[in-house]
């Protein structure tokens, strides 16, 4: 007796075994990607005249990524950091960032550290509807108003004003208020970003300029700048240097005699801790812009002792910048903007991170992080601090309150300024 149902169900068992295993096989491929590191990439200043910023940038996303995955990762994958050195060379972001995203193709970029070398990263991060977290640069998107861009130094709205405003607010409060101002910096797109802030400032507040100039990049004698200026007599001095000029214009200064009521104001590298060692007392007086400072109401921010211990023991091993109060906590951040942003939206997709990251107010060991225009902080908080009381090069010195001393803005304010700069010089 023919028995037709016995074939079909012999199929039909095969085609449930064939089924359950490209669903089981299936299943482990999701597993699989589901698994695979969420790749975060950036170029950075390893070498070069930033490097001295960008080694320590580098160890604090490093750490972050670590403190990520020790808690899992983010959306069940853990974070992977891809990363080359930019050489402090603007001519080698398009390379990089071309690499990164076609060759590694990475989930998320952020900007290298500064100005110059988040320049040429706008054009690609905005051909490619890239969602881009920037690394202390100044003014970069002032131009391209790109809405998916967001800095995390705290310029402020009005960037360009941002490194100087609180300098010419400190002057125009002394009395008698200085009359005259020379301004001078190198012919870089940072420098050229604040002068012109600077100039703004010196009509607003009333002020008389007497210099104004620029020097190249490559300048390495800044004693005839420094006898120029001391010719016109200014009452006040705004500079805005890169790291190399910031410490040659300063050693000119001071072998020279500087105008007896000289602040300073934009000076990149001042915050450097090889750099503060190495100037030592020659840095009393000197007012300059800073981010971050070992006062009462920094130390004071959710989980940011942490973070420089843990810093603090890692930078000794690497061989970088000792203490990270300038930059690290910020390059920190940035990894917790970034995630608060992925687990949010629960995705990858750019344009939702996008929007996340321009309506929400952020957590981070900074203080609390709210994005406004132009990917810029909604309110300001560029420091002003003086050097004061600084006896030797001693690193210890510099690990706690009292040697740079907080001026502006006012609710962080630790102390007073000593003016004119003869008084406190010594």
């Given at each position: 007796m023919k028995q037709p149902w016995r074939p079909r169900v012999l199929i039909g068992v095969v085609i449930s075994f064939v089924i359950g295993a490209v669903v089981l096989a299936s299943a482990g491929m999701f597993v699989a990607?589901?698994?695979?590191?969420?790749?975060?990439?950036?170029?950075?200043?390893?070498?070069?005249?930033?490097s001295a910023n960008g080694k320590p940038a580098l160890l604090a996303l490093q750490i972050w990524k670590d403190d990520i995955n020790k808690k899992g990762g983010l959306l069940g994958r853990p974070v992977e950091l891809v990363f080359y050195d930019d050489q402090t060379n603007p001519a080698t972001v398009p390379g990089i960032y071309s690499k990164l995203l076609?060759?590694?193709?990475?989930?998320?970029?952020?900007?290298?550290?500064?100005?110059?070398?988040?320049?040429?990263?706008?054009?690609i991060a905005m051909e490619r509807k890239l969602m881009i977290m920037g690394i202390f640069g100044l003014a970069n998107n002032e131009k391209y108003k790109y809405p998916n861009y967001f800095q995390i130094s705290p310029n402020g709205p009005e960037p360009e004003t941002s490194t100087a405003l609180g300098f010419f607010e400190l002057a125009a409060r002394q009395n008698p208020k200085p009359q005259t101002v020379a301004i001078v910096g190198a012919d870089a797109e940072y420098p050229q970003n604040a002068l012109v802030g600077a100039r703004e400032l010196i009509k607003k507040f009333g002020f008389k300029t007497v210099y104004d100039k620029t020097y190249p990049p490559s300048t390495t004698d800044y004693t005839p700048i420094v006898r120029a200026i001391k010719a016109t007599n200014p009452d006040v001095v705004f500079v805005a240097s890169y790291p190399p000029d910031s410490v040659g214009m300063l050693r000119a200064a001071h072998e020279g005699g500087a105008p007896a009521q000289a602040l300073r104001g934009g000076m990149v590298g001042l915050m450097f801790t090889s750099i503060m060692t190495s100037m030592g007392p020659m840095l009393n007086g000197v007012v300059n812009y800073d981010f971050w400072a070992?006062?009462?109401?920094?130390?004071?921010?959710p989980g940011i002792k942490e973070f420089l211990k843990e810093y603090q023991a890692r930078a000794e091993k690497a061989g970088v910048d000792p203490l990270g109060y300038y930059l690290p906590p910020y390059s920190y951040a940035t990894g917790q903007v970034l995630a608060q942003a992925i687990e949010a939206t629960k995705g990858l997709d750019q344009q939702k991170l996008?929007?996340?990251i321009r309506t929400i107010e952020f957590n981070t060991i900074v203080g609390k992080v709210k994005f406004g225009k132009n990917g810029e902080w909604a309110k300001g908080r560029t420091l002003m601090?003086?050097?004061?009381?600084?006896?030797?090069?001693?690193?210890?010195?510099?690990?706690?309150?009292?040697?740079?001393?907080?001026?502006?803005?006012?609710?962080?304010?630790?102390?007073?300024?000593v003016y004119p700069y003869s008084a406190a010089k010594n």
């Open positions: 990607r589901a698994a695979d590191p969420i790749k975060i990439g950036f170029g950075m200043a390893l070498t070069g005249g930033l076609d060759v590694d193709k990475v989930d998320i970029v952020t900007s290298g550290y500064g100005t110059n070398l988040i320049a040429p990263l706008m054009p070992p006062e009462p109401t920094f130390l004071s921010m996008a929007d996340y601090v003086q050097f004061q009381k600084i006896q030797g090069n001693g690193i210890d010195q510099f690990r706690g309150p009292g040697k740079k001393v907080v001026l502006y803005p006012d609710e962080f304010k630790s102390g007073n300024i």
